[in-house]
Antibody
């Protein structure tokens, strides 16, 4: 059974850097892309970006200049950094696994439990 | 970006009755490989989203057969044949045909 377990700081001040990590248990780490998505009451679900096991990334252009996604295959973990946060970055952040091939290609089959990140002075 | 638009149900649903949720994309979701990467996700209160349907009409592992998906091109539908209490939540369509991945605004299913 695949499980994604995420963690990171939940309260930030404006201009600080958001940092979240996600550990993957069960299943292979290669053959998928590892995604970050956030959810706000106002904007709904917003895809942030993805990374595969070899470190290739894609980002949402709306956030690209502030986002860094990295992977540590030795630990089956991947991470998100979002710099210069503002109140608009307050959201629940999810990690998720995207199938990149086979029958389930391009579907987000497994999600982490979510981390509420609040940006406030 | 591809914009995904969902409408709201007109009213809460009676247990055992059907529900139909619509999703429209701002451009065709047919990928160059011939597939249409339209998924449906369910989000129960306090839970992360969960994959229900992938590639328009295929149920993911463990999804009850009362859920079905249909559509083509830019218009898609999720149907629940007989709504159960555990189906309460928000349903999202999502496209993964083109980066960035985008989601609909969600459709809330409530029980009457």
């Amino acid at each position: 059974q695949v499980q994604l377990q995420q963690w990171g700081a939940g309260l930030l001040k404006p201009s600080e850097t958001l940092s979240l990590s996600c550990a993957v248990y069960g299943g292979s780490f290669s053959g998928y892309s590892w995604n970050w998505i956030r959810q706000t009451p106002g904007k709904g679900l917003e895809w942030i970006g993805e990374i595969n096991h070899s470190g290739s990334t894609n980002h949402n252009p709306s956030l690209k200049s502030r986002v860094t996604i990295s992977v540590d295959t030795s630990k089956n973990q991947f991470s998100l950094k979002l710099n210069s946060v503002t109140a608009a970055d307050t959201a629940v952040y999810y990690c998720a696994r995207l199938f990149t091939g086979g029958e389930f290609r391009n579907s987000l089959g497994y999600w982490g439990q979510g981390t509420l990140v609040t940006v406030s002075s | 970006d591809i914009v995904m638009t969902q409408t709201q149900l007109s009213s809460p649903v009676t247990l055992g009755q059907p529900a139909s949720i619509s999703c429209r994309s701002s451009q065709s979701l047919v990928h160059s490989d011939g597939n249409t990467y339209l998924s449906w996700l369910q989000q129960r209160p306090g839970q992360p989203p969960r994959l229900l349907i992938y590639k328009i009409s295929n149920r993911f592992s463990g999804v009850p057969d009362r859920f079905s998906g249909s559509g083509a091109g830019t218009d898609f539908t999720l149907k629940i044949s007989r709504v159960e209490a555990e189906d309460v939540g928000v349903y999202y369509c999502m496209q993964a045909t083109q980066f960035p991945l985008t989601f609909g605004g969600g459709t809330k299913v409530e029980i009457k």
